[in-house]
């Protein structure tokens, strides 16, 4: 993975093109990787996507450590090569693909996990292939650079104990889970009616006093009781606990 200096972020904040800026080759710390993968909750399930995979260490090991499918997209060809020497050193070549091409064109579809350490601008237009083309439910984990207007699901801080070249005392990495579309109106067949306002993971219902979206799993609480269930694309469906206990299955469509 492509890593950079942060004093370049200097020459990136007086307008300067991220094309335009050449860094050092860094390369993430081992703490930092695990912790990275942890915190998605990796699983021999995924396939983590690590975009600007640089020396391959991040898809590594994912395929080590947690038993999953990789694949790493970079632009150096050298360090593309390199990845795929190391992985077949590691004995996980046949979980991993390194791929030389441009993270903003790259096919993120098989994504279940995606790894970033990438300058702002870059994120930033990366943002919106993020939000709209992987799957909800998509766990993305960055180090040290946020995204602007979308609020992480978690943020850590980590310390780093051993000294290690371009890197500082402490890291900060960022998780966010990428949420299924559910903005607008919702019916039930009981009559039930919900409209639903939202940015991001953040959602608001008319009169719930509490609701929560991660992924596709949604709840919330109002004076019907108790919801809790899950998106798939148009079909709301789930639980609805009354305030008396009683319990009963809620399906809701979307109001086109």
Do not use: C
């Amino acid at each position: 993975m492509k890593k950079f200096l942060l004093l370049l972020l200097v020459a990136f904040h007086a307008g300067a093109d991220d094309a335009d800026l050449r860094a050092p080759f860094i390369t993430t710390p081992d703490a930092v990787v695990e912790r990275m993968l942890e915190l998605a909750g990796t699983r021999p399930s995924d396939v983590v996507m690590d975009l600007g995979s640089g020396d391959g260490r991040i898809v590594i090991a994912a395929a080590r450590r947690f038993g999953a499918r990789g694949i790493g997209i970079e632009l150096d060809r050298g360090l593309v090569e390199a990845s795929r020497r190391t992985a077949r050193d590691a004995a996980v070549a046949e979980r991993v693909s390194f791929v030389q091409g441009d993270v903003l064109t790259a096919d993120l579809s098989p994504a279940s996990v995606v790894t970033l350490y990438l300058l702002p601008g870059l994120i930033g237009k990366l943002q919106p292939r993020l939000i709209y083309e992987l799957r909800p439910g998509t766990r993305i984990v960055a180090h040290a650079f946020g995204m602007a207007g979308w609020k992480p699901d978690r943020t850590e801080t980590l310390r780093i104990t051993k000294p290690h070249p371009g890197q500082g005392p402490e890291s900060k990495l960022y998780l966010w889970v990428v949420p299924a579309e559910v903005r607008g109106v919702w019916r039930g067949d009981g009559g039930e009616a919900l409209r639903i306002e939202q940015n991001y993971q953040q959602i608001e219902i008319d009169g719930a006093k509490r609701a929560s979206l991660s992924g596709r799993d949604i709840a919330w609480e109002s004076a019907a009781g108790k919801f809790s269930g899950r998106v798939e694309g148009e079909r709301m469906s789930g639980e609805l606990v009354a305030p008396d206990g009683r319990k009963r299955s809620l399906e809701l469509l979307r109001e086109r």
